[in-house]
Nanobody, 113 residues
């Protein structure tokens, strides 16, 4: 079974950047579509970005033009590059293997001055 480990979260000032990583165990990572979700306190978990096995991407309107999802199948890793961060981007970010029910443990991103 695929397991996920996220990293790269932290505290950043508004306008700053972070890159999240999600490393997957298992040799068949490349066949799965992958998503990044986030959940802010008191809010529902929301889809932020998605990438298919072939590399096609899609983004929530709130992050379009600021966030970039990518994947390196040789490293079994999916990334979320986050630029021009805003306080409203503060949340726990999770990666997800589409259609499998497999989630990472989450990584906290806090945008604050």
């Amino acid at each position: 079974q695929v397991q996920l480990v996220e990293s790269g979260g932290g505290l950043v000032q508004p306008g700053g950047s972070l890159r999240l990583s999600c490393a997957a165990s298992g040799s068949i990572f490349s066949v799965y579509a992958m998503d990044w979700y986030r959940q802010a306190p008191g809010k529902q978990r929301e889809l932020v970005a998605a990438i298919t096995s072939g590399g096609s991407t899609n983004y929530a309107d709130s992050v379009k033009g600021r966030f970039t999802i990518s994947r390196d199948n040789a490293k079994n890793t999916v990334y979320l590059q986050m630029n021009s961060l805003k306080p409203e981007d503060t949340a726990v970010y999770y990666c997800y293997v589409v259609h499998t029910g497999i989630w990472g443990q989450g990584t906290q991103v806090t945008v604050s001055s």
